[in-house]
């Protein structure tokens, strides 16, 4: 047996003991036909732009982050083979899914009515099962609405105001590495300093104004002024 297969057999066993890795689902890339088309259409749901970037006719990328949401969406040129529209069965999860509906649709977004499925676990494909309305007695997970974009990828709005054991998710602000925080920081200290130019001086309760900041913007809030 080689050195290398040892050392190899070796990692396996030390990995298949030690703690889970870290795991964070972040981006979803999405199909698009026509790029600003594209665009248009997620910065009118109010979701933040995160980037925008063009190496050419054939090499263009721009993502978006619906607020509150840690997984961001990508889209483009030349980033991805799959066909337009050919994304179905996206789920943003949302504590009051009639006050959602109502912003997107103020927003000129078409979203469908609120509806639930009578099998109470996940709704069936093709609207088998699916019954209109809220769902009667607001279980958590259970009520739905839908919106599409213009290519025809598909969203589902999901109801859920008791979270399964173990999907908790922190209110405050997180960051995944010292870099993400400091960029962060930087970002919020570009603003605080708009912020001293507004008020005409200086703002001794900074910390509490960053603080604000850096948990607004990650909510996907409106920013401190």
Known sequence: MSETRV????????????????MKFEVVVIPVSDVDR????????????DLEYAAGSQYRVIQFTPPGSG????????????APGSVQGLHLIVSDIEAARAQLLARGIKVSEPFYDIGKIFHHLNGEGVMTGLHPQRTSYATYASFSDPDGNGWFFQEVTARLPGHAVAPEAQFSSTTELARAIRRAANAHGEHQKRIGKEDDDWASWYAEYLVKEQAGEALPS
Do not use: E, V
Not at 7 to 22: C, E, K, Q, V, W
Not at 38 to 49: C, H, P, V
């Open 38 to 49: 594209a665009k248009n259409f997620y910065a009118s749901l109010g979701w933040r732009l």
């Open 71 to 82: 997984c961001s969406i990508i889209f483009g040129t030349g980033i991805t083979p799959a």
């Open 7 to 22: 050392r190899t057999d070796a990692a396996i066993a030390a990995s298949s003991t030690a703690a889970p890795a870290d």
